[in-house]
């Protein structure tokens, strides 16, 4: 079967640096997205990964080994409005997206 | 219209009626999906669209339909409602899947209740 795994909930330091982790395993492999959904709204596109190596995008930096099944996402200078569920989902072979189902992530002063 | 749009925003449904969740978008993308949210699990697919006049089914089809007559509009049916059907219900649009990074972008969602 396919599976995306993610932590549940993770709880950071505003100003602090956090990563959140995501492992899939998926009949084949198109590409890796993540996404930001604030409570109550829209996910929202963060990142996308289809080959190994770190992508990064301001604050926000994302990470792949294909031969691991890995990626994690990377939040510098944590801001309160950082606080919200991240998305890791992966292409597979017939280019579906197969979801994780998010880590929330709170946000400490 | 700037991207893509839901309506109802929120839903209150007796068991058993018939309920057709609208979605445009005009972004002239050819792929169109619907994915239920529930709490505790990742985004589901329901039914997709990758181009008008086709529709296919995701993971969770049963209890669902979909038509896609043109490029904007992908409206889903509940044909008879049960209480399972009460969740979170997301819109999104894309580039044709297989091109490049297809990222999806999403409608503010439907909060349907089914009593």
């Known amino acids: 079967g396919q599976n995306i795994d993610q932590p549940t909930e993770m709880t950071a330091t505003e100003g602090a640096i956090v990563q959140i982790n995501c492992t899939y395993q998926?009949?084949?492999?198109?590409?890796l997205f993540w996404y930001q959904q604030h409570a109550g709204e829209a996910p929202t596109f963060l990142s996308y990964?289809?080959l190994d190596g770190l992508e990064e995008k301001g604050r926000f930096s994302s990470f792949l080994s294909r031969s691991k099944g890995y990626s994690y996402l990377l939040l510098k200078e944590l801001q309160m409005k950082d606080s919200a569920s991240y998305l890791c989902?992966?292409?597979?072979?017939?280019?579906?997206?197969?979801w994780g189902a998010g880590t929330k992530l709170i946000i400490k002063p | 219209i700037a991207g893509i749009t839901q309506a109802p925003t929120s839903q209150i449904l007796a068991a058993g009626r018939r309920m057709t969740l609208r979605c445009t978008q005009d972004?002239?993308?050819?792929?169109m999906y619907w994915y239920r949210q529930d709490l505790g699990l990742g985004l589901r697919l329901i039914h997709y669209?990758?181009?008008?006049?086709?529709?296919g089914k995701g993971e969770v089809p049963d209890g669902y339909s979909v038509s896609r007559a043109n490029t904007d509009d992908f409206p889903l049916t509940l044909a008879s409602a049960v209480p399972s059907q009460t969740s979170v219900y997301f819109c999104?649009?894309?580039?044709?899947?297989?091109?490049?990074?297809?990222?999806?972008?999403f409608g503010p969602g439907t909060r349907l209740t089914v009593l």
């Open positions: 669209s990758n181009t008008a006049g086709t529709t």
């Open positions: 999104a649009s894309s580039h044709l899947p297989g091109l490049g990074g297809n990222e999806q972008f």
């Open positions: 989902a992966v292409t597979d072979s017939n280019y579906q997206l197969i």
């Open positions: 990964n289809v």
């Open positions: 972004m002239r993308h050819n792929a």
């Open positions: 998926t009949s084949g492999f198109n590409g």
